[in-house]
Nanobody, 119 residues
Framework: EVQLQACGGGLVQAGGSLRVSCAASGVNFDADSIGWFRQAPGKEREEISCTSYSDGVTRYKDSVKGRFTVSRDIAKSMVYLQMNNLKPEDTAVYYC????????????WGQGTLVTVSS
């Protein structure tokens, strides 16, 4: 059974850094793509990264490219989202997801964790 749980959110000042973790039990990293999403207040949920199972390469949304980095610790079934140079517009609930079934669609979702960036 796949279970995902994101944690590590919090309050950070603009320009600061934060790392959000996703415990991804039951995920087959050789077969399941992993995505990070966020949903800002009053906005639709958006995919900010997708890590392909086939080559382990992560693709990022332009707005976070160069500032956010996804890493995996497969032995621990953990996925991390390192966020640097945070901006107030990065304020959102962040979610991890597994098993991409279509564009921006995943089968398994974790509970989100709130990241608030103050100006």
């Amino acid at each position: 059974e796949v279970q995902l749980q994101a944690c590590g959110g919090g309050l950070v000042q603009a320009g600061g850094s934060l790392r959000v973790s996703c415990a991804a039990s039951g995920v087959n990293f050789d077969a399941d793509s992993i995505g990070w999403f966020r949903q800002a207040p009053g906005k639709e949920r958006e995919e900010i990264s997708c890590t392909s199972y086939s080559d382990g390469v992560t693709r990022y949304k332009d707005s976070v490219k160069g500032r956010f980095t996804v890493s995996r610790d497969i032995a621990k079934s953990m996925v991390y989202l390192q966020m640097n140079n945070l901006k107030p517009e990065d304020t959102a609930v962040y979610y991890c997801a597994a098993q991409r079934s279509g564009p921006y669609e995943y089968i398994y979702w974790g509970q989100g964790t709130l990241v608030t960036v103050s100006s």
